[in-house]
């Protein structure tokens, strides 16, 4: 065996083992994506359970989506706007802390109002006791790639990051997670705008890796046969 055709032959197994692997984690990423979105599905649609004390843990993968419903009273004079583009044009969260009978804080999402109507006196509030159901949310602490920093001190907040936002407001027993209200009328703010999808490209990528794993494989065998060939 010729030193190129032993490099060859090093190089094709490092690679034929590189792209078989990567193919199998993407089957095994599929797995879990299929598993999720039917979690996921079961959640949105079951009965509503009471929402976890304001201290209880939360995880994402054990609790965002859940349905939850919450009694309390909405301090309607701590609301927050948080900016966000929109199906109807450059709009707001409304998110208002409402507190329950022990005195902690849960935020609610109450939906989303049209940036043109993001005038507190633009849109329902409610007083008084009051129950709220929805989907269980995970604080978004973390910004995108090229998203704005909220500015607290400004009241400027451009995602739901609700440690951020409780401790801007001085609540001290406030639940780690937010509430996104169910659609109960169509009036603003307008509930019910929880997206629930997840990209799953998953077995695209597997087939992709699996044919470069092909692709090595049969030019390896184009060579071996080039090189037999060549000796005859």
């Not at 077995?203 to 046969?225: F, K, P, R």
Request: net charge negative; charged share 20%.
């Amino acid at each position: 065996m010729t030193l190129r055709l032993i490099i060859v032959s090093l190089l094709a197994a490092v690679l034929l083992a590189c792209f078989a692997a990567l193919g199998t984690w993407q089957v095994q990423r599929l797995a879990w994506k299929l598993d999720l979105i039917e979690r996921v599905d079961a959640r949105i649609h079951a009965d509503p359970v009471p929402a976890p004390a304001f201290d209880a843990p939360v995880a994402r993968d054990a609790d965002e989506y859940r349905r939850v419903s919450v009694t309390g009273s909405y301090l309607n004079d701590d609301e927050v706007l948080v900016y966000t583009p929109s199906d109807f044009g450059p709009a707001y969260w409304v998110l208002t802390p409402l507190q329950r009978a022990d005195g902690s804080i849960v935020m609610i999402n109450r939906g989303i109002v049209p940036q043109h109507n993001g005038d507190i006196a633009d849109f329902d509030h409610i007083d008084g006791e009051t129950t709220v159901t929805g989907l269980l949310r995970i604080s978004e602490a973390d910004g995108w790639l090229f998203s704005r920093e909220s500015n607290p001190d400004e009241q400027l907040w451009y995602r739901r990051d609700i440690g951020s936002i409780t401790q801007a407001k001085g609540f001290e027993r406030a639940a780690p997670y937010f509430i996104d209200e169910e659609l109960t009328a169509n009036s603003w703010p307008r509930g019910g705008q929880t997206v629930v999808s997840f990209r799953n490209s998953h077995l695209s990528y597997a087939i992709t890796w699996y044919a470069l794993a092909l692709m090595v494989i049969g030019g390896y065998g184009m060579l071996l046969w080039h090189e037999i060939r060549h000796k005859n």
